[in-house]
């Protein structure tokens, strides 16, 4: 849910500002508007610290700074010249200057061996340097200032020999080196360097909000907004009685576009994350954390789909516990991800490529309820039908929250159009879903579902906008039916990858075990160590390709499919308190 937020506009003097501002960092609740579009010499130089502090404590965790790239960059080229130079061999270079000045001068060529003449041997003073590769590296010798032609062209000859260009590579190794040796030196300053961004980043915060505050008075009066959760106004309150600053305290409203903040169960925050990467919705949207907690799990378990890598990655999210920085904040959504993907992946039979279903110490009452297998009827897999199944669930409860939202927005006299469609897809599944399993007659169903239409077709077409003219209403509804008609068929058919993706990991995880039980052969000895290494190699590739599907693809389901049925944009920002 989105915290509702309480509006503190401040009056105070000019001189004020900075100490007022202090002050309210160290309480560390009201979110001050900044502007973020404001400059000046000191919003620059603070943005330039902190990017110099981040830039070197990047290069400290990598051990590599800019200097290390130039010399790996000049290493590579000296490298690529070796490469160059290696079919010749480690020339000399002042011998072959010497022989020029006693009059003998050489021509280098390569060609294809395929087209190499060996006669060219009995015309031409010719030596064959080395071939590999399909290609022969020669040379030719003539008298300085002598007329030469040959039908192969020349190559450039070699100015710097293998031995010296090695010596400099060496030179470079050692460069990187005692570079790399002087940021690891600099590791154990990472803390306070961190803890000096900290300090920058709430400067520069509270002299955006001091470059946000209006002026009036000829300068001397300086007017501020901020913002803070509802639940801590009394604390807020007394805090601020005691500045003596005059302020008016208000419930903000959405044209206020107050920061926002969510608060969620214990289980659906910590799919929060992935509601930040969309957008956080706007004061007067719905907080979408909630939907996108449970069917993301649910299609991320169906696109693993295998008990086993559920299991991996609950030790994976356990091992990250503890540990600071990148995935380890995430352990614990890793370790419910993994749960579910251990459930739903034996429901749907697979442990590390394996079919549980053809596992005969697994009890029968047990097999026969994992959804593996076809249909009787069609021969359709029951996994396909199940992920489009929850497509459309996941679809008609877009079309539920939509219709609620609009209705709480705008109310039900002009929400007619969205309850429409709402009604004629939702109620038209529910029917068929009642009559498929014969809780309704067919005859039954076939009026239930005609009067839905007619009902439906009222908002649709006549009054999706009550007050305009009908036949505009007529053509809107048309031109939304075309919409609806083209876009959900496609929308649908998007949770097919729910299969997919669970299929495919599926197979290339038994393709590593029939590889390595052919390795492994009826009568193994020394076998059971390429099998060991084949069976941990495949198996955490086809872990790490899967989860990366399985991060992606639900995520679009999501993104696209859901919050673009159920109207959700996403458009708020985050709740960012000032701080010391």
Request: glycine fraction near 8%.
């Amino acid at each position: 849910m989105i915290i509702p937020m309480t509006k503190y506009s401040f009056i105070l003097l000019s001189e004020q500002t900075e100490g007022f501002l202090e002050s309210i960092a160290h309480l560390g609740l009201l979110d001050i508007k900044r502007d973020s579009k404001a400059s000046d010499e000191l919003t620059d130089s603070l943005i330039l610290q902190i990017q110099d502090l981040k830039k070197s404590i990047e290069q400290i965790e990598k051990a590599e700074d800019d200097y290390i790239k130039d010399l790996n960059a000049k290493r590579r080229s000296l490298t690529a010249k070796v490469n160059e130079l290696k079919p010749w061999g480690d020339v000399n270079i002042s011998e072959i200057k010497a022989l020029e000045e006693t009059g003998i001068k050489y021509h280098f060529h390569c060609i294809s061996t395929k087209k190499f003449n060996k006669s060219w041997a009995k015309d031409y003073p010719l030596q064959i340097v080395s071939e590999s590769n399909g290609q022969t590296w020669f040379v030719i010798v003539t008298g300085v200032g002598e007329e030469y032609s040959f039908p192969v062209a020349e190559c450039p000859a070699p100015t710097e020999s293998i031995s010296s260009l090695l010596i400099d590579i060496k030179n470079i190794d050692d460069s990187i080196a005692r570079s790399k040796k002087a940021l690891e030196a600099r590791r154990p300053q990472i803390p306070s360097m961190k803890e000096d961004i900290a300090h920058k980043t709430a400067e520069l915060e509270r002299h955006l909000a001091q470059l946000s505050a209006g002026k009036s008075a000829e300068d001397l009066l300086t007017t501020m907004t901020g913002f803070a959760p509802s639940d801590k106004d009394e604390f807020i309150t007394e805090r601020l009685d005691k500045l003596d600053v005059f302020y008016i305290k208000e419930a903000a409203s959405v044209e206020d576009n107050p920061p926002i903040k969510l608060k969620n169960n214990k289980f659906s925050s910590q799919f929060e994350v992935l509601t930040g990467m969309y957008g956080l919705p706007a004061y007067n949207e719905f907080d979408p954390t909630p939907f996108l907690s449970i069917f993301f799990l649910l299609f991320f378990a169906m696109c693993m789909g295998d008990a086993g890598y559920g299991l991996l990655l609950i030790l994976i999210g356990f091992a990250l516990k503890g540990k600071e920085g990148g995935l380890a904040s995430l352990y614990r959504l890793i370790i419910t991800l993994g749960i579910a993907t251990t459930v739903i992946g034996f429901g749907m039979g697979g442990f590390f490529g394996f079919n549980l279903a053809t596992v005969k110490w697994i009890p029968e009452s047990i097999r026969s309820h994992m959804v593996t297998g076809e249909l009787k009827v069609g021969n359709y897999s029951l996994q396909m039908i199940l992920a489009l199944a929850i497509g459309i669930l996941h679809i008609c409860l877009a079309l539920i929250v939509k219709a609620v939202y609009v209705v709480k927005k705008d109310g039900l006299k002009n929400s007619l159009g969205p309850l429409g469609w709402t009604t004629l897809i939702v109620g038209t599944v529910l029917v068929l879903s009642l009559a498929m399993i014969n809780l309704v007659d067919e005859f039954t169903a076939k009026w239930i579902i005609i009067a839905i239409a007619i009902i439906s077709a009222l908002g649709i077409y006549l009054f999706n906008k009550i007050g305009r003219n009908p036949l505009v209403n007529i053509g809107s509804g048309l031109w939304e039916t075309y919409n609806m008609a083209s876009g959900l068929m496609s929308d649908v058919l998007s949770y097919i990858r729910l299969y997919a993706l669970a299929l495919s990991g599926g197979m290339l995880g038994s393709t590593f075990n029939l590889i390595g039980n052919m390795v492994l052969g009826s009568d193994p000895t020394w076998q059971w160590v390429p099998y060991a290494v084949i069976l941990i190699f495949g198996h955490c590739l086809n872990l790490a390709m899967s989860c990366l599907s399985a991060f992606v693809h639900p995520l679009r389901l999501n993104f696209v499919e859901f919050f673009k049925n159920s109207g959700y944009e996403g458009s708020g920002s985050e709740y960012r308190p000032l701080k010391v």
